[in-house]
Nanobody, 122 residues
C-alpha cells in the first residue's frame, strides 16, 4: 500500500486549496487516516483525522472551522479542504494511515505519503 499526496500550491492569505491523498491497495477503507504538516524548523504536527467510514473526524484547534477532512472509499482517496488560509498554515502536508495509539501524534501512524507543499503568502 502506498499513499500519495497532491494538490499543494501557493495561495494568498484567505484563499483555499484542496489536498488529495490517493492510496493504492484494497485495504484503504479499513483504516483511519490523518493529515499532518511540518513547517521548516518545526516538528511535524497533527492537522486532522478521519475514521474508516468518514463518520468521525477530529481537528487541531488551529484549523478547526477552516479545514474539512473527508474521504471517498470508492475512489481510495482522502481530502483536506482548506479555507481561510493563513501564512502560518505554510508547511509540507503529509497524509498518513493510522496504526493505533494517539490520533494526534505521528507515532500513531505507520504509513506516510511523500508530502505536498502549501505556501500561503500575506
Amino acid at each position: 500500500v502506498q499513499l500519495q499526496a497532491s494538490g499543494g500550491g501557493t495561495v494568498q492569505a484567505g484563499g483555499s486549496l484542496r489536498l488529495s491523498c490517493a492510496a493504492s491497495g484494497r485495504t484503504f477503507s479499513s483504516y483511519a487516516l490523518g493529515w499532518f504538516r511540518q513547517a521548516p524548523g518545526k516538528e511535524r504536527e497533527f492537522v486532522a483525522t478521519i475514521n474508516w467510514s468518514g463518520s468521525s473526524t477530529d481537528y487541531a484547534d488551529s484549523v478547526q472551522g477552516r479545514f474539512t477532512i473527508s474521504r471517498d472509499n470508492s475512489k481510495n482517496t482522502m481530502y483536506l479542504q482548506m479555507n481561510g488560509l493563513k501564512p502560518e498554515d505554510t508547511a509540507v502536508y503529509y497524509c498518513a494511515r493510522r496504526s493505533g495509539g494517539s490520533y494526534d501524534y505521528p507515532g500513531g501512524y505507520d504509513l506516510w505519503g511523500q508530502g505536498t507543499q502549501v505556501t500561503v503568502s500575506s
